[in-house]
């Protein structure tokens, strides 16, 4: 059995400026899936794989991810007067003290260098990356699935999507030596080539599970696609030293990172919840069927 997997980390250093001008004065990380920030989707899915200890990689102006995991004596002395002190039905999470811990960027080198500079917090052990404004629908959470691909087979994990060719230079793209149709063995990996040049239309999305050797790799900062420091880059210098896989996992992936993405997933979600799906569907009726 390989080494468990009790590390996460987060990279939540980015900018946002795709979704300017709500981003200016919040992280990109807390916009709000119906009433969730991306963020905490993304901390759940990690909890219902295992992981214990939560590392984010953060930057200037994301004060409020560390507020949003941390007790508010406030607000909670409120809802208790109210009646409403049970916060877990509130959706409320809190983070156990000393299973959390926040570093800093302080560069925006690429998401290789945010890894990176999660390297004494993670130590010499296999963990996961999971990045928040990729969103999963799932029956059993996406992180999950990997956790159990990898107890079967160790080395490095992806969740990999099929995307239209022309979709190739958004994401890393692997190169596939072995696909049984959900398992993929993979041989090589390229970080956003151009259709022509992609070996293959499965991405990487933003979950992974890797060995601590890829900090070596990332030691290096060698500057690859839009001279950022990419995770992709890295992985790839490890193929040959231990087994790579990915899972085409079952749920569906919304990429919160565009426009298009981030509106499918809050209805996607919105309709998951018994108290909003009739008036919603009616809504979503009455639109389609007035509007051209
Ligand atoms: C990152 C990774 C890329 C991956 C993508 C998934 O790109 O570098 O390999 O396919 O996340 O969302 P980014 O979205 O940060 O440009």
Same mark, same amino acid.
């Not at 302080?106 to 690429?110: A, S, V, Y």
């Not at 060719?165 to 230079?169: G, L, V």
């Not at 490890?238 to 030293?241: D, E, K, Q």
């Given at each position: 059995m390989p080494t468990p997997i009790r590390k996460a980390v987060f990279p939540v250093g980015g900018l946002g400026t795709r979704f300017l001008p709500a981003t200016k004065a919040i992280?990109?990380?807390?916009?709000?899936v119906v009433d969730k920030p991306l963020i905490q989707y993304a901390v759940e899915e990690a909890k219902a794989a295992g992981i214990e200890e939560f590392i984010f990689v953060t930057g200037r102006g994301k004060q409020a991810i560390e507020d949003h995991f941390d007790h508010s004596a406030e607000l909670e002395a409120l809802l208790s007067a109210r009646g409403q002190a049970d916060l877990g039905a509130l959706g409320m999470l809190h983070l156990p003290p000393g299973a959390v811990a926040y570093t800093r960027q302080?560069?925006? #080198?690429?998401l290789g260098h945010a890894v990176w500079c999660a390297r004494h917090l993670v130590g010499d052990e296999p963990f996961a990356v999971l990045l928040a404004d990729e969103l999963v629908l799932a029956d059993t959470p996406c992180l999950a699935q990997l956790v159990s691909l990898y107890d079967r087979v160790g080395g490095c994990v992806f969740a990999l999507a099929d995307v239209p060719?022309?979709?190739?230079?958004r994401y890393g793209i692997v190169d596939i030596a072995r696909d049984d149709g959900r398992v993929i063995e993979i041989k090589g990996m390229v970080e956003k080539p151009s259709p022509a040049a992609a070996p293959s239309t499965v991405s990487i999305i933003g979950r992974y599970i890797m060995q601590p050797s890829v900090f070596a790799e990332l030691e290096r900062k060698e500057k690859g696609v839009g001279g950022e420091i990419q995770l992709t880059d890295a992985l790839a210098r #490890?193929?040959?030293?231990m087994p790579f896989h990915g899972l085409r996992f079952e749920g569906e992936r919304f990429d919160c990172g565009s426009k298009a993405g981030f509106l499918k997933a809050q209805i996607a979600f919105a309709l998951k919840r018994p108290e909003l799906r009739d008036e919603l569907m009616a809504y979503i009726g009455d639109q389609a069927g007035s509007r051209p």
């Open positions: 992280p990109k990380e807390m916009l709000p302080q560069d925006p #080198l690429g060719r022309e979709q190739t230079s #490890l193929l040959g030293r």
